[in-house]
């Protein structure tokens, strides 16, 4: 299988540094995804649990696009700018990964963007 990048404008476009995710492997890659509004690049949301919405909207479009879903999510990272929002991240993570979540890991922000509270990045089979 080759490498693949994916894009769709049903997500927050990301910076060109890097891709919205690329396909390989069998895998999809989804890069580290920041609570922006797709249409505006606005971020959403004052609240950690209406930011972890948006992220989980927007890699939702992208695994969409990529042929896959938020089903088949095996692994992901969630990067916080204050620990503190840990529980609220979690209240809304649990809404949409009721059972059978993936796996996943957790870090802190290394930089402070003003208004971001998360960004989640994603790994889902193909």
């Not at 609240?47 to 879903?69: K, M, P, Y």
């Not at 059978?100 to 003003?114: E, H």
């Amino acid at each position: 299988m080759s490498r693949k990048v994916i894009f769709t404008p049903k997500a927050a476009k990301p910076p060109v540094t890097y891709s919205q995710a690329v396909r390989g492997a069998g895998l999809i890659f989804v890069s580290g995804t920041a609570p922006h509004d797709p249409e505006t690049g606005a971020l959403v949301g004052t609240t950690v649990q209406e930011q972890t919405r948006q992220c989980l909207t927007n890699i939702s479009a992208i695994l969409e696009s990529a042929g896959s879903s938020l089903d088949k999510v095996v692994s992901v990272t969630v990067v916080l700018a204050d620990e503190d929002d840990f529980p609220g991240m979690n209240e809304e993570w649990l809404k949409w990964f009721p059972a059978n979540p993936p796996a996943r890991q957790g870090a802190k922000l290394p930089a402070r963007i003003p208004g971001l509270k998360v960004s989640i990045a994603a790994i889902a089979e193909a």
